[in-house]
């Protein structure tokens, strides 16, 4: 089922009348829905509403939204896996997952599929509102060009590709973010802290250990020697660095 914003809630003095894009939301609680609604068209936003994961997927591709907030529990698709499928469509479009879920492992688990932030429920309507609107000015930072290039390694972000030395290297869609984030902050020392908000984009996370680890996997997989880093390194007592 789709919703869309009705002229009558269009026209409220409290409306801002200028657009600043499409959220879409996919959730199929009515009740939920209109709190989402009226939360974002107040800030300005345009809406399009899913109740299920099918109906989810038709609107990502057609709305070309600013950014997605996205239920786990759907009828026809998980979140799980429209996370995945969205991300793959188009891997810069912010997607905030809310969700009354709270175990460790499936925000760990969402993170690495490519999720931007995780709300649980029940929820601030103004925390909700800063996180996505934090997410899409990360997305609207200066363009970078598509492929980067750095030592042995040759990176495309629009395609979500990397060779290093002539082989073919799997990234996982969070391990593209990081190494993103790195890429536009070259020589610049990044702290864990600073990582878990501006990557991973929210605040509450078990442990700094998880950056730690995921820069683990990005040295296996970029560094010639992973034991003795070129490219990124640990700047001990502060955080990390990039260098190109």
Known sequence: ???????????????????????LIVEDDPRMQKVLRRMFVEEGYSI????????????FRSERPVAVVLDLILPQISGRELCQMFKTISVDTPIVVL?????????VLLLELGADDYVTKPFSP???????????RRQRKPAMPSVYRFGECEVDFQKMSVVRAG????????????????????????????????????????????????????RQKLEPDPANPKHLLTIYGAGYKFVP
């Open 1 to 23: 089922m789709i919703k869309e914003i009705d002229s009558a809630a269009e026209m409220e003095s409290n409306v801002p009348a200028v657009k600043l894009g499409t959220i």
């Open 48 to 59: 399009a509403v899913a109740s299920d994961g099918q109906t989810g997927l038709e609107l």
């Open 99 to 107: 969700s009354a879920i709270t175990d460790v492992v499936d925000k």
């Open 126 to 136: 103004r925390e909700l509102t800063a996180r996505v609107q934090a997410a899409i």
């Open 167 to 218: 082989s073919g290297v799997t990234l996982t869609a969070h391990e593209f973010k990081l190494l993103k984030f790195f890429t536009e902050n070259a020589e610049r020392v990044l702290t864990r802290e600073l990582l878990l908000n501006e990557v991973w984009g929210y605040n509450f996370y078990p442990t700094t250990r998880t950056v730690d680890n995921q820069i683990l996997k990005l």
